[in-house]
């Protein structure tokens, strides 16, 4: 069975920086990517990263490139999502899901079912 942990929620003002882990044990996909996703209130659930943990190749949408930054941890299939910069509008719920790629939609991934996703972490971005 597959485990999915997340951490590092916080509270943090605006152009501050806050770090989050998403570890993946027990029985894991090989090949695999790791995606960070973010839901605020009454938003659509939408891609901030992906990271191919084989490869080490990432995707990060125009919203958060340059700011955010995945790396990942290979000896304990942990990635580490590092925000920086963060804006009002970073102001979310985050989640990080085992997929077996980058190239999904939102609603592929989410489908891909609930044991792949991790419990969800909630970021808030205010003065």
């Known amino acids: 069975q597959l485990h999915v942990a997340q951490s590092g929620a916080g509270l943090v003002q605006p152009g501050g920086s806050l770090i989050l882990s998403c570890a993946a044990s027990?029985?894991?996909?090989?090949?695999?990517?790791i995606g960070w996703f973010r839901q605020a209130p009454g938003k659509e659930r939408e891609v901030v990263s992906c990271i191919r943990l084989s490869a080490g190749t990432t995707y990060y949408p125009d919203s958060v490139k340059g700011r955010f930054t995945t790396t990942r941890d290979d000896a304990t299939n942990t990635v580490y999502l590092q925000m920086n910069s963060l804006k009002t509008e970073d102001t979310a719920v985050y989640y990080c899901a085992v997929l077996p790629g980058c190239a999904m939609t939102v609603k592929q991934a989410m489908a891909v079912g609930d044991d792949y996703w991790g419990q969800g972490t909630q970021v808030t971005v205010s003065s």
């Open positions: 027990g029985l894991i996909p090989d090949p695999f990517a």
